[in-house]
């Protein structure tokens, strides 16, 4: 079936193992590391993939490494399954149509052994440093999942890193070094990492940059998660300033879209940092962060209008609803590759 793939470029950073303090690797490329994780998640159950647990603070849950698939021109799809919240084997969904306290929640349970979540699709282009994250339908694009999956894997399950003697257990992360070679010639001074950020059109960043003091208001648009407890925190905040101080058990949906605005000129710095937090957290259409400049106060120059992005129609087949069948994706993908990569001309 034909379906529109919402596709955002992405530049690998760092990948492989690193001196302290150098930016060039030791060791180590995006396609050694995709082909390593293959090899290790192979015959593995979905359980035993799972590289980290729930993170409040850097608002992560768990992923799992759930396809990874590669063609004759190198390119790499991987799809990952990220874990939702639940409670004890339960989750909850209220009825969008009942009315504010009078909530309609229906509780479901979770078969044992099953994990909740969804699936994000993950395209590595061969021969450069670039890779896409691929969405149809879903507003989350698994990023910072991907992420933080592939800088644990290269850290600590890599075939690269090597265990201290005292360590059994395939899942403790005691590692004495990194190595390419025999085990015996690790080098304990390295350091596995893998980075990535947003691709984007440099033009709109430059011109913000170029004109940091016009600017007189920023807006910020944002998801957030009531069972993320610094997420809760903040929601307990906005909602004491309306003098509401108990928002009791009612309000458990657990996605709620955001928007505040403040009249503030930052400086060049802060302009910068505020960019390079937006590219280090940015998932999903809605998280974007506005400028209103001077003399322009009708434009609002979003970031994510900077981003190398681009929607085209893909013809996929699913396993289910919920998941897209891999082999058809990747060779829907190189059936289009020239086309898709326009975008970055």
Known sequence: MIEDASINFYKIDKCGFYERGSDNPEFGTIDDALSDLSEWADDKTYALTKLFEFDDYQNLSPTYCFNLIDNDVGDYLLTTWNETPNDQGNFASINGQSRVGEPDIEIQEVPDGYIPGYATYFWFISNTNLFATIRFGNNLNGHPGLQRYLNDYLCKFSSY?????????????????????????????????????????????????????????????????????????????????????????????????????????????????????????????????????????????????????????????????????????????????????????
Do not use: C
Not at 193 to 199: A, E, H, I, L, V
Not at 227 to 240: D, Y
Not at 286 to 303: M, V
């Open 161 to 345: 890193a090597i265990k201290s003697d005292e360590v059994e257990e395939e899942f403790d992360d005691k590692i004495a070094g990194y190595t390419e070679g025999p085990p015996e010639t690790y080098r304990e001074e390295l350091y596995g990492t893998f980075q990535s950020s947003p691709k984007r059109q440099e033009g709109q960043i430059e011109y913000l940059r170029n004109r940091h003091n016009d600017i007189f208001k920023i807006i910020r648009k944002d998801d957030l998660n009531y069972t993320i407890e610094n997420e809760r925190n903040l929601f307990q905040n906005l909602f004491s300033q309306m003098g509401i101080m108990n928002l009791g058990n009612d309000f458990i949906e657990e996605e709620h879209k955001i928007k505040y605005e403040v009249n503030y000129q930052p400086s060049l710095d802060q302009l910068n940092s505020t960019i390079d937090f937006w590219r280090e957290t940015h998932e999903g259409n809605w998280d974007d962060i506005g400028f209103k400049l001077s003399g322009e106060s009708g434009e609002t120059y979003w970031l994510s209008s900077s981003l190398a992005k681009v929607t085209y129609p893909l013809n996929i087949d699913r396993l289910n609803p919920e998941v897209v069948e891999g082999s058809s994706l990747l060779s829907a993908i190189e059936q289009n590759r020239e086309e898709l990569l326009n975008v970055l001309e």
